[in-house]
């Protein structure tokens, strides 16, 4: 079988595509045939060495997708060959076939489509841990999400209209911010031509935003968080500008303000019924239309390179997947 192969810590481009030999499935674990595979910012800086989980070399990235089963390992109930099912590993979703515990596996809901199945995993799953169980957004409150244009800036967008809040999205163009009204946004923000600061203050009334959902970091921190409401949630998704912002403590003080860290990969490894819990109530949502997965582009596993360099770049507006055997 095919698969991208990470030999060396560096830049996209230095990836291969490999013929490798067939998986096979251990104890507890099961083979797929991957149909398709989610692009995430977390790829672009594990293959570069900088993210907090750093796999062996060599390795194939990519740690989300959907597919059919192929092979199961012993002791596995509840699977058998010819499921279709949606995944998450902590790596080797970029390839004709993955293996993987039974425990990252969920059954595929009659009717889904793969590309779907294989976006929904880490944005959809990340934005509710964060806005869900991690700043126990309510109904009436405020959202404010950076990067809003993103697959976890949607993902967040479309949970907080689930909710029942009232959504302003901060993006860096006014194609980016369509997008963002098409998925629910109440207000938009450009940061790229207005204050930032003073954006929020005209959307709020003043008040600021009871949670900040924030997966870019960099600049943009600080005058977010200055313009948080009283007894706030700022979420930490992640650092998507490539800078870890580095905010006054004395902030949180005069904010009576909580930062508050978000690792779903963790939180679905040490709590997988939880997960699972939130994962069953998204794809009740999908079923229902109340979340709806942007796929903007696919690309072949011959072109992985170009879709992780398209999604450090910025490029990207919701998902991206690579289709392994196109």
């Not at 095919?2 to 490798?20: F, H, N, Q, R, S």
């Not at 907090?52 to 060959?81: C, H, M, W």
């Not at 979703?93 to 976006?119: N, W």
């Not at 003043?206 to 948080?228: L, W």
Request: overall charge neutral.
């Amino acid at each position: 079988m095919k698969a991208v192969v990470c030999k060396a810590w560096g830049p996209p481009d230095d990836l291969v595509v490999e013929e490798v030999s067939d998986l096979v499935a251990g104890p507890g674990e099961v083979v797929v045939d991957v149909k398709a595979a989610g692009v995430n910012f977390p790829d672009v800086l594990t293959v570069q060495g900088k993210y907090q989980f750093k796999p062996e070399l060599p390795f194939t990235p990519g740690n989300e997708f959907s597919g059919v089963i192929r092979a199961v390992g012993e002791g596995v109930a509840g699977y058998k060959t010819g499921n279709k099912v949606i995944a998450f590993t902590r790596q080797g979703a970029f390839a004709e076939q993955a293996v993987v515990p039974a425990s990252m596996l969920m059954p595929m809901p009659p009717g889904m489509d793969f590309d779907t199945a294989a976006a929904i995993t880490l944005t959809y799953g990340t934005s509710y841990h964060a806005v869900v169980d991690r700043a126990a957004l309510q109904a009436g409150e405020t959202m404010l999400v950076l990067g809003a244009a993103g697959g976890v800036g949607l993902a967040a967008i479309e949970i907080g209209k689930a909710l029942g809040a009232r959504v302003i999205a901060a993006a860096s163009s006014a194609e980016k911010l369509a997008v963002c009204r098409e998925h629910g946004a109440d207000v938009c923000i450009n940061y790229s031509t207005e204050d930032l600061r003073e954006a929020i203050k005209a959307a709020t009334g003043g008040k600021g935003p009871d949670v900040i959902y924030d997966p870019v970091g960099g600049d943009y921190a600080e005058p977010a968080f200055r313009s948080i409401a009283w007894g706030g949630r700022y979420l930490v998704v992640g650092f998507a500008n490539g800078a870890i912002p580095a905010l006054p403590f004395n902030l949180m003080l005069l904010k009576g303000a909580s930062v508050v860290g978000v690792f779903w990969g963790e939180f679905a490894r040490r709590e997988p019924k939880a997960n699972l819990a939130g994962m069953r109530q998204l794809l009740d949502w999908l079923a229902k239309g109340t979340i709806r997965p942007r796929i903007s582009a696919r690309y072949p596993l011959a072109q992985t390179a170009q879709a992780l360099n398209d999604m450090a770049a910025r490029k990207v507006t919701g998902k991206v997947v690579i289709i392994p055997q196109a």
